[in-house]
């Protein structure tokens, strides 16, 4: 019985850490090897269904599916990461400041978070792809921005939380700079939340560039976007179901890793609802 | 303990039983097809619309779509056939002088708006000064720069005298440029829009739908014979296509790849659009200023592979702006002008000065994935020969904006809009069109033979210039031309009397159930 | 009463903020509204009639200004696309999201809270285990992708369920349901696995607090200690996120409008942007960004009725 519970206390993280894992090998052998070309067209063979040859069937332009999965990949993981790099780092310093600082620097910048967060993030999304331009690293840096808010939340009541601390009052009697309390002293103490939080912003950026992909925008043709892939099968899933499950369930399986991975280390850091 | 296990349960079997018994309704409509007599037939209909008018005022709108409904409440002097011709509409009968200037109109007797009024020239008068900015309102319309003077004789009588003759000038009073509208009605035509078409406006419900209504006074005895037409808008193709499955729009068009699926339970028919599907470049930019480079990237592209996958077979090759709906204007033979052939293309690519190929950029728009589809195809093709084409998938407004009307870009696709007339659908090449010709093609034979078919009245002789016209597009590759692509109507097997025309319009005059 | 004042001038600022935003993005939102609803059809006339007479050729900054003096005065302006008054359209489609969001929440109540209940006391057994799993599922299928196969596997294999369209309550409740119940579920599912979450994470915690030990301890039945007690103390924690989860259906809404073709806020927001109609815009995102504010503000006040202790500052 206890064997079985501790199990299933990390079923969470054992998942999770091995989607994440089996997707980054898959990127990195895409980096060197698909079975079939991901771009060229073959468009006599459009629609086969899965065969050995093509694993995953084939797409409207006779492109190897299994192939374009591989190296969606790469796009996912680019997008993903960029999304996260923006969001946190923009988050941490907006709600670092506010947190630390407070007053009416906190009023504002929380304020100016408010008013993003009121927003639908993915209307927000097609704005700022409207102004910026398509691919992949304007959708990244859309992606980035709305993720912002929800990160600087986070950071600004870690750092309120912390600022008036016993070592935080100490390092400030003893002469630490402001910037090396705040990000050589408090930063690392609420790191877990962040991970936790950009672990999610991760998840989150995949859902949005497929509803993005869903709108039309987003990832530009051919670079192989699962996303972009999902809405073109749409046509098809009457017809030709095996294309629209290879990408859904693609992004489904990356997203529930990464959600997984996410409760995972909340549990882990979080000793209260360890229970 | 039990107890509470039992009762988060029974909530969940709840819902389920719910859900379970709001589904448990179905094959109720199916037990009530089958067999019916005439009288128990539908008399209304409901057809699928891609998205909302822009305007319901017929003078105001311009998009295709719009008038694809609202041409069911609006009439012109002049009515458009099914083969691109024009018959009386509510002129009865008409003459043109032998100069070619004066057109006089006699006015189709017994006719009444849909507010129970009678049609009289003084409408007509209106509708005109109306277009023409004559009744102390901005200008609405172009079309008529050409026309020295309206006036109106007697009560049936209404002439209209052109500064110069114009062969086309017939097309531009049918409702789709001309609708005669009510004076009465001055200031409301957008709110409540009255004409004297066979169905009167009901209800506009943005987003949602336009309702329309029988004219039980129409002209045309016996016409229409539904009750009731409902536009209902709805964007999402795929979601449409079930609409139609579930039995909730009783005409759509259906996406080419799920034509199959539709098959058997659903009449289908097939329109050619009239549109011209082109690929085509920003022809005084280099390298698309030089016609062999134009013409080395209409040697390369695969017409066929765009037909199969993008139209999944629904579209029929073009070799000049202007497709076969429109019968003999069309030049025939054109479509095998340039044959894929990878090698010409190579050399013709090095002729030009580029053997190693050039990176270039394509711009389409988000609005519709068939835009971003073939430029995917294009893409691959051009690879072949070494042009390096990036694709940037943009908003449907920010392509008019920076592409058709900016004229800010490389290459691009587009489809033209099919018109009934063949001048209107090849002025877009005239050099002096400077709003349409958003490729810039600069041809001074082009443009001559344009000027000179307008003074031409022999049908024959036009046709001799039209198809010169189209041999030049050709020849000057100044597009690739790609394609006509199909509609494919899909509607209810009972659904009979749909016509296609040579442009936008969704005819319901004629349209009935019937077993 | 401070509160409250506090309250009310947090919703201005917001509002400000959310519609200099709006304001911002359109300055550089490349796109002209004229030319996108004409098309390519439309001749230079044409354009420049509709131009003048929408007032569009007056800078944007003046456009906002006269926007905002509207709005002190309740009026929200014209569409240009719709040619029509913004209030109107935005009455006429708010009673759609409204009850698909109405809907939405009470499916994930309905199911999620039972659900929660039903794990916490089998912590971390298998049905326990297995449930968060699944109900994670749902959280990581792209919504379009959801709603398209809910249309495909339910929608069209059961004749009740409409999938296009809104039929109005005051019409037939049985009709106002066959449109919403596919949408709603197509936005609760991945909410769902978030609540049921915290409910569960909420009960745990609970449970295993003294008080609990000393009513058990004193006889009070199972069902009791569960429903008088720890559930209720388990609503503070479950509120918080059901503001979160307010703001995700209302964010949730707009895919799926588009979706199943609902004419509600959402699509009509979609529609609004493409065709950059800035007055409509400005309109519906301060319809959301109220909606919003208004939500935080009602699980504020809920706190301090569930917990006396919650003082409202």
């Given at each position: 019985?206890?064997?079985?519970?501790?199990?299933?206390?990390?079923?969470?993280?054992?998942?999770?850490?091995?989607?994440?894992?089996?997707?980054?090998?898959?990127?990195?052998?895409?980096?060197?090897?698909?079975?079939?070309?991901?771009?060229?067209?073959?468009?006599?063979?459009?629609?086969?269904?899965?065969?050995?040859?093509?694993?995953?069937?084939?797409?409207?332009?006779?492109?190897?599916?299994?192939?374009?999965?591989?190296?969606?990949?790469?796009?996912?993981?680019?997008?993903?990461?960029?999304?996260?790099?923006?969001?946190?780092?923009?988050?941490?310093?907006?709600?670092?400041?506010?947190?630390?600082?407070?007053?009416?620097?906190?009023?504002?910048?929380?304020?100016?978070?408010?008013?993003?967060?009121?927003?639908?993030?993915?209307?927000?999304?097609?704005?700022?792809?409207?102004?910026?331009?398509?691919?992949?690293?304007?959708?990244?840096?859309?992606?980035?921005?709305?993720?912002?808010?929800?990160?600087?939340?986070?950071?600004?009541?870690?750092?309120?939380?912390?600022?008036?601390?016993?070592?935080?009052?100490?390092?400030?009697?003893?002469?630490?700079?402001?910037?090396?309390?705040?990000?050589?002293?408090?930063?690392?103490?609420?790191?877990?939340?962040?991970?936790?939080?950009?672990?999610?912003?991760?998840?989150?950026?995949?859902?949005?560039?497929?509803?993005?992909?869903?709108?039309?925008?987003?990832?530009?043709?051919?670079?192989?976007?699962?996303?972009?892939?999902?809405?073109?099968?749409?046509?098809?899933?009457?017809?030709?179901?095996?294309?629209?499950?290879?990408?859904?369930?693609?992004?489904?399986?990356?997203?529930?890793?990464?959600?997984?991975?996410?409760?995972?280390?909340?549990?882990?850091?979080?000793?209260?609802?360890?229970? | 303990?039990?107890?509470?296990?039992?009762?988060?349960?029974?909530?969940?079997?709840?819902?389920?039983?719910?859900?379970?018994?709001?589904?448990?309704?179905?094959?109720?409509?199916?037990?009530?097809?089958?067999?019916?007599?005439?009288?128990?037939?539908?008399?209304?209909?409901?057809?699928?619309?891609?998205?909302?008018?822009?305007?319901?005022?017929?003078?105001?709108?311009?998009?295709?779509?719009?008038?694809?409904?609202?041409?069911?409440?609006?009439?012109?002097?002049?009515?458009?056939?099914?083969?691109?011709?024009?018959?009386?509409?509510?002129?009865?009968?008409?003459?043109?002088?032998?100069?070619?200037?004066?057109?006089?109109?006699?006015?189709?007797?017994?006719?009444?708006?849909?507010?129970?009024?009678?049609?009289?020239?003084?409408?007509?008068?209106?509708?005109?000064?109306?277009?023409?900015?004559?009744?102390?309102?901005?200008?609405?319309?172009?079309?008529?720069?050409?026309?020295?003077?309206?006036?109106?004789?007697?009560?049936?009588?209404?002439?209209?005298?052109?500064?110069?003759?114009?062969?086309?000038?017939?097309?531009?009073?049918?409702?789709?440029?001309?609708?005669?509208?009510?004076?009465?009605?001055?200031?409301?035509?957008?709110?409540?829009?009255?004409?004297?078409?066979?169905?009167?406006?009901?209800?506009?419900?943005?987003?949602?739908?336009?309702?329309?209504?029988?004219?039980?006074?129409?002209?045309?005895?016996?016409?229409?014979?539904?009750?009731?037409?409902?536009?209902?808008?709805?964007?999402?193709?795929?979601?449409?296509?079930?609409?139609?499955?579930?039995?909730?729009?009783?005409?759509?068009?259906?996406?080419?790849?799920?034509?199959?699926?539709?098959?058997?339970?659903?009449?289908l028919s097939h329109q050619n659009n009239n549109s011209s599907l082109i690929v085509t470049f920003n022809e005084t930019k280099a390298p698309f200023d030089n016609i062999k480079v134009r013409q080395a990237i209409n040697y390369a592209i695969s017409k066929s592979d765009i037909i199969d996958s993008v139209f999944a077979g629904y579209a029929v090759p073009l070799g000049s702006n202007m497709s076969p709906a429109m019968g003999d204007y069309q030049k025939k033979g054109l479509g095998d002008m340039y044959k894929r052939d990878v090698e010409k293309a190579k050399a013709l690519l090095a002729e030009a000065g580029y053997p190693k190929g050039f990176k270039t950029k394509i711009t389409v728009s988000s609005h519709n994935e068939i835009y971003s589809n073939i430029a995917q195809i294009v893409a691959a093709n051009l690879k072949e020969?070494?042009?390096?084409?990036?694709?940037?998938?943009?908003?449907?407004?920010?392509?008019?904006?920076?592409?058709?009307?900016?004229?800010?870009?490389?290459?691009?696709?587009?489809?033209?809009?099919?018109?009934?007339?063949?001048?209107?659908?090849?002025?877009?090449?005239?050099?002096?069109?400077?709003?349409?010709?958003?490729?810039?093609?600069?041809?001074?034979?082009?443009?001559?033979?344009?000027?000179?078919?307008?003074?031409?009245?022999?049908?024959?002789?036009?046709?001799?210039?039209?198809?010169?016209?189209?041999?030049?597009?050709?020849?000057?590759?100044?597009?690739?031309?790609?394609?006509?692509?199909?509609?494919?109507?899909?509607?209810?097997?009972?659904?009979?009397?749909?016509?296609?025309?040579?442009?936008?319009?969704?005819?319901?005059?004629?349209?009935?159930?019937?077993? | 009463?401070?509160?409250?004042?506090?309250?009310?001038?947090?919703?201005?600022?917001?509002?400000?903020?959310?519609?200099?935003?709006?304001?911002?993005?359109?300055?550089?939102?490349?796109?002209?509204?004229?030319?996108?609803?004409?098309?390519?059809?439309?001749?230079?006339?044409?354009?420049?009639?509709?131009?003048?007479?929408?007032?569009?050729?007056?800078?944007?900054?003046?456009?906002?200004?006269?926007?905002?003096?509207?709005?002190?005065?309740?009026?929200?302006?014209?569409?240009?696309?719709?040619?029509?008054?913004?209030?109107?359209?935005?009455?006429?489609?708010?009673?759609?999201?409204?009850?698909?969001?109405?809907?939405?929440?009470?499916?994930?109540?309905?199911?999620?809270?039972?659900?929660?209940?039903?794990?916490?006391?089998?912590?971390?057994?298998?049905?326990?285990?297995?449930?968060?799993?699944?109900?994670?599922?749902?959280?990581?299928?792209?919504?379009?992708?959801?709603?398209?196969?809910?249309?495909?596997?339910?929608?069209?294999?059961?004749?009740?369920?409409?999938?296009?369209?809104?039929?109005?309550?005051?019409?037939?409740?049985?009709?106002?349901?066959?449109?919403?119940?596919?949408?709603?579920?197509?936005?609760?599912?991945?909410?769902?696995?978030?609540?049921?979450?915290?409910?569960?994470?909420?009960?745990?915690?609970?449970?295993?607090?003294?008080?609990?030990?000393?009513?058990?301890?004193?006889?009070?039945?199972?069902?009791?200690?569960?429903?008088?007690?720890?559930?209720?103390?388990?609503?503070?924690?479950?509120?918080?996120?059901?503001?979160?989860?307010?703001?995700?259906?209302?964010?949730?809404?707009?895919?799926v409008e588009q979706v199943f073709s609902l004419p509600g806020v959402g699509q009509l927001l979609i529609t609004a942007i493409s065709n950059r109609d800035f007055p409509l815009v400005q309109g519906i995102v301060m319809y959301i960004t109220v909606a919003v504010v208004m939500i935080n503000f009602m699980v504020d006040i809920l706190y301090s009725v569930l917990d006396p202790r919650i003082r409202l500052r």
């Open positions: 019985m206890k064997h079985i519970q501790r199990y299933m206390k990390n079923i969470n993280l054992i998942i999770g850490l091995l989607v994440i894992v089996g997707f980054l090998i898959i990127m990195i052998i895409s980096f060197f090897y698909t079975p079939h070309d991901v771009n060229s067209m073959n468009i006599p063979q459009k629609l086969r269904s899965p065969s050995s040859d093509y694993l995953f069937g084939t797409d409207e332009f006779g492109r190897d599916i299994f192939s374009r999965i591989m190296k969606g990949t790469q796009t996912a993981f680019a997008v993903g990461l960029l999304t996260v790099f923006i969001g946190t780092i923009f988050g941490i310093l907006i709600g670092g400041i506010a947190g630390y600082v407070g007053g009416w620097i906190d009023e504002i910048f929380m304020r100016m978070m408010d008013a993003l967060m009121a927003f639908p993030g993915i209307i927000l999304a097609l704005m700022l792809v409207a102004v910026f331009g398509p691919g992949i690293v304007n959708t990244a840096i859309a992606l980035g921005i709305i993720a912002i808010p929800a990160i600087a939340r986070i950071t600004r009541s870690g750092f309120v939380q912390h600022r008036d601390t016993e070592y935080v009052l100490a390092a400030k009697l003893i002469g630490v700079k402001p910037y090396s309390i705040m990000f050589r002293h408090i930063l690392p103490n609420i790191s877990s939340q962040i991970i936790v939080a950009a672990t999610v912003t991760f998840a989150t950026a995949m859902l949005a560039e497929a509803a993005l992909s869903y709108l039309g925008l987003g990832v530009q043709p051919p670079n192989p976007s699962w996303g972009r892939m999902l809405k073109d099968s749409q046509a098809y899933l009457v017809g030709a179901p095996w294309y629209t499950y290879a990408p859904g369930g693609a992004i489904t399986v990356l997203v529930l890793g990464l959600y997984m991975l996410s409760n995972a280390l909340r549990d882990f850091m979080d000793p209260r609802s360890k229970a | 303990m039990r107890l509470k296990n039992n009762w988060s349960l029974l909530l969940l079997t709840l819902i389920v039983v719910l859900l379970m018994s709001a589904c448990s309704n179905d094959d109720k409509k199916d037990a009530s097809s089958g067999e019916k007599s005439e009288a128990d037939l539908p008399q209304e209909i409901v057809v699928r619309i891609n998205d909302d008018p822009d305007f319901l005022d017929p003078h105001k709108a311009t998009a295709s779509i719009s008038y694809q409904m609202i041409l069911n409440i609006f009439e012109g002097l002049m009515a458009p056939q099914t083969d691109g011709t024009l018959i009386e509409g509510l002129a009865e009968s008409y003459a043109i002088s032998e100069d070619g200037l004066t057109y006089t109109f006699n006015i189709r007797p017994g006719v009444k708006f849909h507010n129970g009024e009678d049609l009289t020239v003084e409408d007509i008068q209106y509708s005109f000064d109306r277009l023409m900015g004559k009744n102390g309102g901005e200008k609405m319309s172009n079309s008529f720069d050409n026309v020295a003077s309206t006036e109106a004789p007697d009560a049936n009588t209404f002439v209209i005298k052109l500064k110069e003759p114009n062969s086309n000038f017939l097309y531009s009073l049918t409702a789709r440029q001309s609708a005669i509208l009510p004076k009465s009605n001055d200031g409301k035509h957008n709110e409540n829009p009255i004409g004297t078409g066979p169905f009167a406006y009901v209800k506009y419900s943005p987003g949602t739908n336009l309702e329309l209504k029988k004219n039980e006074n129409y002209w045309k005895k016996g016409l229409p014979y539904l009750n009731k037409v409902t536009f209902t808008f709805q964007s999402d193709d795929q979601a449409a296509i079930m609409s139609l499955m579930a039995n909730e729009v009783d005409l759509t068009s259906v996406p080419w790849q799920r034509v199959s699926e539709v098959g058997g339970n659903y009449n020969i070494g042009i390096d084409v990036e694709i940037e998938v943009v908003e449907w407004g920010i392509w008019l904006d920076r592409v058709y009307f900016g004229r800010d870009y490389q290459m691009t696709t587009i489809d033209l809009t099919g018109r009934a007339s063949a001048y209107d659908i090849l002025n877009d090449y005239i050099s002096t069109n400077d709003s349409e010709n958003f490729f810039k093609f600069k041809n001074n034979d082009y443009d001559k033979i344009m000027a000179d078919v307008l003074k031409e009245r022999d049908q024959a002789k036009q046709i001799d210039y039209y198809h010169r016209a189209q041999e030049i597009l050709a020849e000057q590759a100044a597009a690739v031309y790609i394609a006509d692509y199909q509609i494919v109507w899909g509607s209810k097997k009972q659904v009979t009397g749909l016509k296609n025309y040579p442009f936008w319009f969704h005819d319901m005059s004629e349209v009935k159930f019937s077993n | 009463m401070m509160y409250m004042i506090r309250r009310f001038i947090l919703l201005i600022t917001t509002i400000l903020l959310v519609s200099i935003i709006t304001f911002g993005v359109f300055q550089i939102l490349p796109g002209d509204p004229v030319r996108t609803m004409l098309g390519t059809e439309a001749d230079p006339t044409q354009i420049e009639n509709l131009r003048s007479e929408l007032g569009l050729n007056r800078p944007l900054y003046e456009q906002y200004t006269d926007w905002m003096k509207g709005l002190l005065t309740g009026e929200l302006g014209n569409s240009i696309r719709f040619s029509m008054p913004v209030k109107d359209l935005l009455f006429d489609r708010l009673p759609v999201t409204m009850s698909l969001a109405a809907l939405t929440l009470l499916i994930v109540l309905l199911i999620s809270l039972p659900l929660g209940m039903f794990a916490a006391r089998r912590q971390n057994r298998f049905s326990d285990m297995s449930l968060s799993t699944v109900t994670q599922v749902g959280m990581a299928i792209p919504s379009f992708w959801l709603g398209m196969i809910l249309i495909l596997y339910v929608g069209l294999q059961f004749s009740f369920f409409k999938i296009s369209g809104y039929i109005p309550w005051t019409q037939s409740v049985a009709g106002a349901l066959s449109t919403l119940v596919l949408p709603a579920l197509t936005i609760a599912i991945p909410q769902i696995a978030v609540n049921f979450r915290y409910v569960r994470t909420a009960i745990l915690e609970q449970v295993q607090l003294d008080y609990v030990r000393t009513i058990r301890s004193k006889g009070m039945s199972e069902q009791n200690v569960m429903y008088k007690h720890v559930l209720k103390n388990s609503m503070i924690p479950i509120l918080t996120v059901f503001g979160l989860i307010m703001a995700e259906v209302v964010a949730g809404t707009i895919i």
